[in-house]
């Protein structure tokens, strides 16, 4: 996976519309997911945290709010991947990313 690739995916997201329909939040968080995974790997810090986020809304909200709250982490993600890519960093996180 190229780096550009994994750029414009984090820029589609960023300025694709709202989580307002159940599809559009469970997007957001696998979207989040896969880049999260790309740039870091599974085993990365990043995605270890992002998981037991996750796992902490499933386990303290309320049944209707916990797509809620895992789609505006996955949006903290995307975020925060967009920022890392920005910065350069994705070449130097995981061997798969390619400039």
Same mark, same amino acid.
């Given at each position: 996976m190229?780096?550009?690739?994994?750029?414009?995916r984090?820029?589609?997201?960023?300025?694709?519309?709202s989580?307002?329909?159940? #599809?559009?939040?469970?997007?957001r968080?696998?979207a @989040?997911?896969?880049?999260? /995974?790309? *740039?870091?790997? +599974?085993?990365?810090?990043?995605?270890?945290?992002?998981?037991?986020?996750?796992?902490?809304?499933?386990?303290?909200?309320?049944?209707? #709010?916990?797509?809620?709250?895992?789609?505006?982490? @996955?949006?903290?993600?995307? /975020?925060? *991947?967009?920022? +890392?890519?920005?910065?350069?960093?994705?070449g130097s996180?995981?061997p798969?990313?390619?400039?």
């Amino acid at each position: 996976m190229k780096e550009s690739d994994l750029k414009t995916r984090i820029d589609s997201l960023v300025s694709a519309g709202s989580l307002d329909t159940p #599809d559009g939040r469970h997007s957001r968080y696998l979207a @989040a997911l896969s880049i999260m /995974t790309a *740039l870091h790997g +599974e085993t990365g810090s990043q995605v270890k945290s992002f998981m037991r986020q996750c796992e902490q809304v499933h386990e303290k909200w309320r049944p209707g #709010d916990i797509e809620y709250g895992i789609a505006h982490i @996955a949006e903290a993600a995307i /975020t925060n *991947l967009k920022a +890392e890519i920005d910065a350069g960093f994705a070449g130097s996180c995981a061997p798969n990313v390619g400039r």
